[in-house]
Antibody
């Protein structure tokens, strides 16, 4: 059974840093591209970042570029999101999501997401 | 950036009704359009990909259609467990998601 389990969320002050993790199991993690998608309280979904299976391609939403860093450790079946210079508007539930091998895409940075974790809440507040 | 606009933003229908949600792209995205269901407090779930392909395990009452700029998600017979927010998402370029459509039971 495919499982994605996020951790590392919490309360952080504006300007602070946080590192999110996503532990994957039930599939060959190294064969799949992965993403972070966030959802502010009561709001819609926002794609944050993409990393290809071997980390050769990495993309970010404009809203986080230069502040967030996505990475992965295929030996540990883990995905990470290092978040620096956090702002109030970064407050959200952060989901890790697996790229589907079936849906088509016209852009390497966006496809569809067939498995999602349960999310981890990040709150940026003084 | 391509803008995705869903309508309506919310709807209320009776059990057994046929409902349709529309998603419009600001430019042609061919058939690079996917649909998700998100129940309260839960992660999103992929329902439809490539405009009309049903994701494995999704009930057949869900269907998708469209191409170019106009797409629809149809629930042929609304069930109580379908109460959720539905999002369209384009896999053509960045900033992919629509703003969501909240579906409730009347």
């Amino acid at each position: 059974e495919v499982q994605l389990v996020e951790s590392g969320g919490g309360l952080v002050k504006p300007g602070g840093s946080l590192r999110l993790s996503c532990a994957a199991s039930g599939f060959t993690f190294s064969n799949y591209s992965m993403n972070w998608v966030r959802q502010a309280p009561g709001k819609g979904l926002e794609w944050v970042s993409f990393i290809s299976d071997s980390s050769g391609y990495i993309y970010y939403a404009a809203s986080v570029k230069g502040r967030f860093t996505i990475s992965r450790d295929n030996a540990m079946n883990s995905l990470y999101l290092q978040m620096n210079s956090l702002r109030a508007e970064d407050s959200a539930v952060y989901y890790c999501a697996r790229d589907s091998p079936y849906c088509s895409s016209a852009s390497r940075s966006t496809t569809c997401y067939d498995y999602w974790g349960q999310g981890t809440l990040v709150t940026v507040s003084s | 950036d391509i803008q995705m606009t869903q309508s309506p933003s919310s709807l209320s229908a009776s059990v057994g009704d046929r409902i349709t949600i529309t998603c419009r792209a600001s430019q042609s995205i061919s058939r690079y359009l996917n649909w998700y269901q998100q129940k309260p407090g839960r992660a999103p779930r992929l329902l439809i990909y490539d405009a009309s392909s049903l994701q494995s395990g999704v009930p057949s009452r869900f269907s998708g259609s469209g191409s170019g700029t106009d797409f629809t998600l149809t629930i042929s017979s609304l069930q109580p467990e379908d109460v959720a927010t539905y999002y369209c998402q384009q896999s053509y370029s960045s900033r992919p998601f629509g703003q969501g459509t909240k579906v409730e039971i009347k």
